[in-house]
């Protein structure tokens, strides 16, 4: 009986180990609209299983080269929107933080076209990479 008690928490202790090891923040149902030929918005859901909170400081266009990304929020001022560069979101741990039309955004400024793939970038130095395909289904106005 001694020897399981002591095999038990240590069995425990491994897996949560694993988990905090291998568990990353990750991105869904990304897809993008262009609103002129070379400015366009990205969607997308960042979901964080982390015990921890997954901030997000930078984003990266891979593919194809010459597109540039910023991440963005929409801000209100009675009826008029206007859009402003941010330095960081962060995503509560244990939950997810949908990027859309009238708040956090990913902008990309150059010739998109086609399957987008994309990087997150976080604050500890790691990257969710997603792809985001064209979409029709959203505007964006600025």
């Known amino acids: 009986m001694g020897v399981f008690k002591l095999i038990v928490p240590a069995v425990v202790a491994a897996l949560v180990g694993l988990y905090l090891l291998f568990t990353a923040p990750y991105v869904k149902d990304a897809s993008y609209f262009m609103t002129a030929p070379d400015v366009g918005m990205v969607v997308l859901t960042v979901v964080n299983p982390t015990p921890f909170p997954a901030c997000i400081t930078g984003v990266e266009v891979l593919k194809p080269g010459g597109v540039k990304a910023e991440l963005h929020e929409t801000i209100f001022n009675g009826s008029i929107a206007a859009m402003r560069p941010v330095s960081e ?49 959203e505007f964006h106005i600025h």
């Open 89 to 137: 979101v962060c995503v509560n741990p244990f939950s997810s933080l949908r990027f859309a039309h009238g708040g956090y955004h990913v902008m990309i400024m150059g010739n998109a076209t086609g399957t987008l793939e994309i990087a997150l970038i976080f604050k500890d130095g790691r990257r969710a990479v997603f792809t985001a395909t064209p979409s029709r289904a």
